[in-house]
């Protein structure tokens, strides 16, 4: 997806797995943001490009239990 704002022309690049999630975000071919999931498609991690990380524990019926960056 290409965006224009004041003529500064900006890229977004969006990756997906086999399942649909949303693996990765790209600025103009710089990664953003990588994500990482379960088996059953609950988000793990959130990687930004300062390199924080955003984990998350799920319960037995998927319920987010804990959200904190490492």
Request: charged share 15%.
């Given at each position: 997806?290409?965006?224009?704002?004041?003529?500064?022309?900006?890229?977004?690049?969006?990756?997906?797995?086999?399942?649909?999630w949303?693996?990765?975000?790209?600025?103009?071919?710089?990664?953003?943001?990588?994500?990482?999931?379960?088996?059953?498609?609950?988000?793990?991690?959130?990687?930004?490009?300062?390199?924080?990380?955003?984990?998350?524990?799920?319960?037995?019926?998927?319920?987010?239990?804990?959200?904190?960056?490492?």
């Open positions: 997806m290409t965006s224009q704002v004041q003529g500064v022309t900006d890229t977004y690049g969006y990756t997906y797995d086999l399942a649909g949303l693996t990765e975000v790209k600025l103009n071919g710089v990664t953003l943001t990588t994500y990482d999931y379960d088996s059953n498609g609950n988000r793990l991690t959130r990687t930004s490009l300062s390199g924080s990380t955003r984990n998350r524990g799920h319960s037995m019926v998927f319920q987010v239990v804990d959200g904190r960056f490492a």
